[in-house]
């Protein structure tokens, strides 16, 4: 292959484009005007069925995940249940959470149980005597024998 090197000084200096008359006078309004009949707002996010289905399985697993991690509330366990555990189990495992007569007695509610005078005799009805004897002289309230 020839190559042909091509010097610049070579080269003719006209200039190949002409601009018409009053061409840059009036390209502002041109450009105005084609710019206003043009001017349509497109939205910039079309809403489609895919677009719906999506969010349809969204909000689905949504509703999901926080039905099955959402904690259940327990109701009140009411009589019945307890009525079924024996004295002498309630006894037991007081003792062997370290928990004294004197312990439970500091709390409202064994407090409240213990208003009136007749849960007071229906809980001491059936009760050792000598072991409620003993109770009371160790506490010292016991100073008129009984």
């Known amino acids: ?22 061409y840059f006078e009036n390209l502002p ?22 677009r719906s289905a999506g969010l349809v399985a969204a909000m689905s697993f949504l509703l999901v995940m926080v039905w099955v991690t959402f904690p259940e509330r327990q109701g009140s366990l009411g009589q019945e249940p307890l009525s079924k555990i024996s004295d002498a189990s309630i006894v037991s495992y007081l003792e062997d959470q370290n928990i004294s007569y004197y312990d439970l007695s500091e709390h409202q509610v064994v407090q409240k149980a213990f208003d009136t005078d007749s849960t007071v005799l229906n809980y001491l009805d059936g009760m050792d005597e000598e072991f409620l004897r003993q109770q009371i002289l160790e506490t010292g309230s016991g100073s008129e024998k009984i």
Do not use: A, Y
């Not at 105005?32 to 895919?50: A, D, F, G, H």
């Open 29 to 50: 309004q041109l450009i105005q005007s084609r710019i206003s009949n043009e001017v349509v707002r497109k939205p910039l996010i079309r809403w489609t069925w895919q």
């Open 1 to 22: 292959m020839d190559k042909k090197h091509i010097r610049l000084d070579d080269l003719k200096k006209e200039t190949p484009f002409s601009v018409p008359d009053g």
